[in-house]
């Protein structure tokens, strides 16, 4: 049986990478989450524009991803909210 997970779970998956690892190269949040390029590049612009992730540019064709105040304080939300549903 194959899972799928939810535009919501790769997005938390996203944050909790960054959360745990600092900025990262997209190659490597890649193989972290398990996850295509497309569908992270896809992820990544939309954490981006809900400002929970920030692009840092190394050099001009290098660049690291991060997350945000905005994006751990969301995260540490939703991690209490997932653990006050399974009590």
Excluded: W
């Amino acid at each position: 049986m194959i899972m799928v997970r939810t535009r919501h779970e790769m997005h938390v998956d996203t944050l909790k990478v960054l959360a745990r690892n600092g900025p990262l190269k997209i190659s490597h949040i890649m193989y972290q989450i398990n996850i295509n390029c497309h569908v992270l590049k896809q992820c990544l612009d939309f954490l981006i524009h809900q400002n929970l992730v920030e692009k840092q540019a190394l050099s001009k064709k290098r660049s690291v991803y991060a997350i945000t105040e905005r994006g751990r304080t969301i995260l540490n939300t939703s991690g209490r909210k997932n653990d006050s549903k399974r009590n």
